[in-house]
């Protein structure tokens, strides 16, 4: 009984969240001193979690709290109630810490919830182990949890001003010599806005059928030809479907008759474009990878195989189609997609890579009720607001738009009037084989769109210098 004991007062300490709060209750400007510190998860009794969220809810309100306030905005919480309600909140006050040592308890309860955090996830990930979850998985998830822990713990991390400087510098020189920073894309109008630079991620969304597997298999191609190594995690398709859409970029044959017979003219040009990728440092991830512990685990061999050499850079771009489809340990699928989403960066850091992950928006979305109401199609960052973190988590935030998908029979019926069958003509025109890459979020780059041309027959994408396309 002691050990359980002990072992309960090393992860939660009800005594001191009643002191942290009652002492809040004293003096509200104390609230200022831990708000960056103190999360309403720091606390073990829920009752105390809700006081603390209705506690930080009226600060950020700029409205004053005391017990009779807080008792009037929880009046009809069951568990309030049955602590005392009002006469419970004024004897916290009454055994408050003192004001000197607010910021201590903070840490304190901040360290518990990261040790019960802890020790919840090591028990599950020790079933996993004898349930036969492989030994790899489990490692990988064991790093992101320490990883995730480095980001969140209350200990200084630094680096001093002039070792972060030399680095800029460092980067700056590369720059000036014409070398890029991140993984080219292929498209310079795009490599001119955002740049994707190791230890950073994108979300790359679109509708169905806007063009985003084509896109990415586009920068993978692109990039692999450049030297830089490519991960694809494929969870949509078969390797072999992945592989005749990038073979499709090289032969110039339409993708999908690669399903049909071919005449041997097609045939010949298949196994040509074949022995001209057969050296693309390119690897595609089993259908057994799924999650994002596994992502990290043949990551890591992949980055140990790939050791940069000569013009070969070592592994630098990891792509994943698409991030709805990957699992994740948590159960609604808002708390699952947030959970991917954040640990997606600490993959892209751990890895030294840039993480590149596909997104489907609103399907909603794409439903008009017009042919001249196409661009309210355009996508923005809060068509992925309702997919946890997906807007918040990563570097950059693009979205792939092809109006000329809306304006093609049948999604459209073209009018019949000669006047607006002009315009929907005129506008067909504008857009044919071509797509707008939408800039919704950039950390380091310029927010906008480039518009570029297309052939989704092919999976290819290239800059629009005089029409012409560019030639692999």
């Known amino acids: 009984m002691n050990q359980q004991n002990n072992e309960i007062s090393a992860v939660q300490s009800i005594e001191g969240e009643q002191q942290l709060l009652g002492a809040l209750l004293a003096n509200n400007d104390r ?46 919480h069951d568990g309030f109630a049955e602590l005392g309600g009002a006469a419970y909140l004024r004897s916290l006050m009454g055994a408050s810490v003192g004001g000197f040592a607010v910021k201590e308890y903070a840490f304190m309860l901040s360290e518990m919830h990261q040790r019960r955090t802890m020790a919840c996830r090591f028990d ?77 991620y994108t979300i790359l969304g679109g509708q169905t059928s806007m063009g985003k597997t084509a896109l990415a298999l586009h920068i993978a191609h692109s990039a692999a030809k450049e030297g830089y190594g490519v991960g694809f995690v494929t969870l949509e398709m078969p390797e072999e479907d992945l ?39 390119l690897e595609i991830f089993s259908g057994r990878v799924r999650d994002v512990p596994a992502v990290l685990s043949e990551g890591k061999k992949l980055k140990h195989k790939w050791q940069p050499e000569g013009k070969f850079r070592g592994f630098k771009l990891l792509i994943i189609d698409y991030i709805q489809l990957m699992r ?70 693009l979205f792939v738009f092809r109006p000329q998908y809306f304006l093609t029979p049948p999604r459209c019926t073209p009018p019949k009037d000669p006047s ?32 570029v041309a297309c052939d989704m027959g092919t999976n290819r994408f290239w800059d629009l210098d005089d029409g012409q396309e560019r030639m692999f």
């Not at 009752?47 to 009779?68: K, L, S």
């Not at 992950?357 to 042919?371: C, F, M, P």
């Not at 506008?427 to 950390?443: F, H, N, V």
Request: with cysteine; charged share 30%.
């Open 243 to 281: 592989c005749n859409r990038i073979n499709s970029i090289e032969s110039g044959l339409n993708y999908d008759t690669y399903d049909k017979p071919m005449s041997q003219a097609s045939f010949d040009k298949v196994v040509e474009a074949a022995v001209k990728l057969q050296g693309l440092p």
């Open 31 to 76: 609230f200022h001193e831990i708000s960056g510190i103190t999360k309403q998860e720091h606390f073990a009794d829920p009752v105390h979690a809700d006081i603390w969220q209705n506690f930080a809810g009226r600060m950020e309100g700029d409205h004053i709290v005391t017990p009779t306030t807080l008792a009037a905005d929880m009046v009809y």
């Open 124 to 200: 599950e990930l020790s079933g996993d182990l004898r349930s036969g979850r492989s030994a790899n998985d489990v490692a990988s998830e064991v790093e992101l949890l320490l990883m995730d822990r480095a980001e969140t713990s209350a200990d200084p991390r630094t680096m001093s001003f002039s070792k972060a400087q030399m680095r800029s510098i460092d980067q700056l020189h590369e720059i000036k010599k014409g070398n890029l920073i991140g993984v080219p894309t292929g498209l310079r109008a795009l490599d001119d806005k955002v740049t994707l630079a190791p230890k950073r």
């Open 328 to 397: 994740g340990r948590e159960k609604t699928s808002f708390e699952r997609l947030s959970q991917i989403a954040n640990d997606l960066k600490n993959v892209a850091k751990q890895l030294d890579v840039h993480v590149l992950a596909l997104a489907q928006v609103d399907r909603t979305l794409g439903k008009l009720e017009k042919w001249d109401k196409w661009s309210d199609a355009r996508p923005s960052l809060a068509h992925l607001r309702g997919s946890g973190d997906l807007e918040n988590a990563p570097d950059n935030v």
């Open 420 to 451: 607006d069958r002009a315009d929907w003509e005129e506008e067909y025109a504008q857009w044919k084989d071509m797509a707008e890459i939408i800039i919704g979020k950039a950390r380091m780059g310029e927010i906008g769109s480039v518009k």
